[in-house]
């Protein structure tokens, strides 16, 4: 069993930063593979980034690259989205989830349907 609680999100305005964090409980966390998503109102959950258990791969999806950056630290059992250059597009429910897959099925870690265990999600608003 593997329980996931995201924290740091808020309101923000345009432009501005946040770091969403999410820590998980269980022994299998330092080696999952850990992803981020988002849902906006009336949106379908959508792909945000993920991590290998290593760190050593990540994944983003392409409006986000060069923006947000993905990380873990599996001492404190927690991985993190640093989230920069915000934009009111970028508003919405941010959810940390986990998958039994590696960090190689790359194609496979933009789907929902291959995460097991998620969080409870916190809010991210960007104001214009």
């Known amino acids: 069993q593997v329980q996931l609680v995201e924290s740091g999100g808020g309101l923000v305005q345009t432009g501005g930063s946040l770091r969403l964090s999410c820590i998980a409980s269980?022994?299998?966390?330092?080696?999952?593979?850990m992803g981020w998503f988002r849902q906006a109102p009336g949106k379908e959950r959508e792909f945000v980034a993920a991590?290998?258990?290593?760190?050593?791969?990540?994944v983003y999806e392409d409006s986000v690259k060069g923006r947000f950056t993905i990380s873990r630290d599996n001492a404190k059992n927690t991985v993190y989205l640093q989230m920069n250059s915000l934009t009111p597009d970028d508003t919405a429910v941010y959810y940390c989830?986990?998958?039994?897959?590696?960090?190689?099925?790359?194609?496979?870690?933009?789907?929902?349907?291959?995460?097991?265990?998620w969080g409870q999600g916190t809010q991210v608003t960007v104001s214009s």
């Open positions: 991590i290998s258990w290593s760190a050593v791969g990540t």
């Open positions: 989830a986990r998958t039994p897959l590696s960090g190689y099925n790359r194609s496979r870690l933009y789907r929902p349907g291959e995460y097991d265990y």
């Open positions: 269980g022994r299998t966390f330092s080696t999952s593979t």
